[in-house]
Structure formats: structure tokens, C-alpha cells
């Protein structure tokens, strides 16, 4: 059940004490890729796990602007800080909890939310009368995450399944062009690039030439069920007591 598309009534009669939050980013993702393609592909990956999901789950509206400061050089990019990112997540579980979805997976499609994901759900568990934990869709796709760059083959190619409309698939050779093959400019294990213009001319890391409807089709159906067996999981899970506030 979509939030956004029910009334208070019928959703106040779903039996379920599930949520699913989509988190996204509004960012460059090259020439050929639209800024909300992080958003895009949480969403997509939400609606198709509650779609299969055997029982009701509400879905939250999607945050489309995240922790994406690394992207400020190109025209568009929206970001937030950590701390405002962080607050404003938990407020939105709070207020899922308060109707009594108490049990949060916040499905992210961004990986510069990845840090500040990892704390504020665990503060949720350790301090809030909620449960949450972060699901990054790309980490859950099996062999292919190793293949996970920036507007590369995977976000591609579950936008030319999901959205097929929004990929300027003519810009492919343009974009693989002028990208990068890795992500930062590293010295052992340290990178010394802070922003992403540092090591790629047009914001792309990976290969968009790579990409396929067929495997976005592959990508959205490994994801989505790993994203129902952590549902099954997250509503039997029983959290430690909290931390007296």
C-alpha cells in the first residue's frame, strides 16, 4: 500500500506492522541518466518487493535528496549534510512507527547514504520504539554488486527496465567515453579524491554501453526477493531493550 495514493482510512485498516521507505538522491549520473535515478531505482525496487510480498506492506513516499555533496561540480545535484539526512530519516520512521509500522526497511539507492544509514537506524533500534535497518538495493544482487560503479551497467540497466523512458540511450558512447573506470584516485588504501569531478570527466564510473533491460530485469528480481526474505526477518526480529533516554 502506497502512502502517497491511499486514504487515512483504508490505510489505517491495513494489518500489517511493516513499512518500506525508499531513500534516494537527486545527483548527476552522466549524460545519458537522469538525476533521480537513485530514487528511481529504490522506488522501483520497494514497489516490486511489496508487490510480491505475501502480506500487506506500506510504502512511504521516497527522500530524494540525500548525502551527495561528492557531486556538487555538475549542474543539478541537490545534497544535504549528514546530520539533516540522518534527522530527517528518523523523523519520518518516527512517524511511521506512531501509526503502529513500527518494522522499517529503508531501501536505499545511493551509496554516499550508506554511512549515515548505518547510525541513524541502529540510534532508531538503541532509542526509538521502532526498528529499522538500511537494504541498498546494488549490495544485493549477488555477483553483479562487484560491478557497481556510477551510472555504469547496473543503474543503467534497472532504469532501461523500470523507466526505459528515461535513458538517452544515444548518449551511451558518449558517456563510457569521457567516464572514469574506477571510483577515486587511490594511493594504497586511502583516496585522495573527495569529489567525483576529481576522476571523471562527465560523472561516470563503469561501462552504460554494458547495460541491458534484460539484465535490469535480472537485477530488479534478485533484489526484490532478497528485499522480502529481510521483511520476513525484520518482522520477527524482537530488538534488545532499549536505552532509558
Not at 502512502?3 to 494489518?15: F, K, P, Q, R, Y
Not at 537513485?38 to 505475501?54: F, K, M, P, S, W
Not at 576522476?199 to 539484465?215: H, I, M
Amino acid at each position: 500500500m502506497h502512502l502517497e495514493t491511499e486514504t487515512w482510512t483504508d490505510v489505517g485498516d491495513a494489518e500489517t506492522n511493516l513499512a518500506l521507505l525508499p531513500v534516494g538522491s537527486t545527483e548527476q549520473h552522466g549524460p545519458h541518466a537522469p538525476l533521480g535515478t537513485d530514487t528511481l531505482d529504490a522506488e522501483a525496487v520497494a514497489d516490486a518487493a511489496a508487490e510480491r510480498y505475501g502480506d500487506p506492506v506500506i510504502v512511504a513516499p521516497a527522500i530524494p535528496v540525500g548525502v551527495a555533496e561528492e557531486h556538487r561540480h555538475f549542474a543539478g545535484t541537490l545534497w544535504t549534510s549528514e546530520s539533516t539526512f540522518r534527522s530527517y530519516v528518523r523523523d519520518v520512521v518516527t512517524s511511521l512507527a506512531s501509526h503502529g509500522w513500527d518494522r522499517v526497511v529503508v531501501v536505499n539507492g545511493h551509496g554516499g547514504n550508506i554511512d549515515a544509514l548505518r547510525e541513524v537506524t541502529a540510534r532508531i533500534v538503541r532509542h526509538d520504539d521502532a526498528y529499522a535497518v538500511p537494504f541498498t538495493w546494488f549490495d544485493e544482487v549477488g555477483e553483479h554488486s562487484s560491478e557497481m560503479g556510477h551510472a555504469g551497467p547496473l543503474e543503467t540497466s534497472l532504469l532501461r527496465h523500470t523507466n526505459p523512458e528515461a535513458v538517452h540511450e544515444d548518449r551511451l558512447d558518449a558517456a563510457a567515453a569521457a567516464g572514469s573506470d574506477g571510483w577515486g584516485e587511490w594511493r594504497g588504501r586511502v583516496n585522495l579524491a573527495v569529489d567525483s569531478r576529481e576522476f571523471t570527466e562527465n560523472g561516470v564510473v563503469g561501462d552504460p554501453r554494458e547495460s541491458s533491460a534484460e539484465l535490469g530485469e535480472e537485477l530488479l528480481d534478485v533484489s526484490a526477493d532478497a528485499l522480502c526474505a529481510l521483511l520476513d526477518a525484520v518482522r520477527e526480529r524482537d530488538p534488545q531493550p532499549r536505552v532509558a533516554e
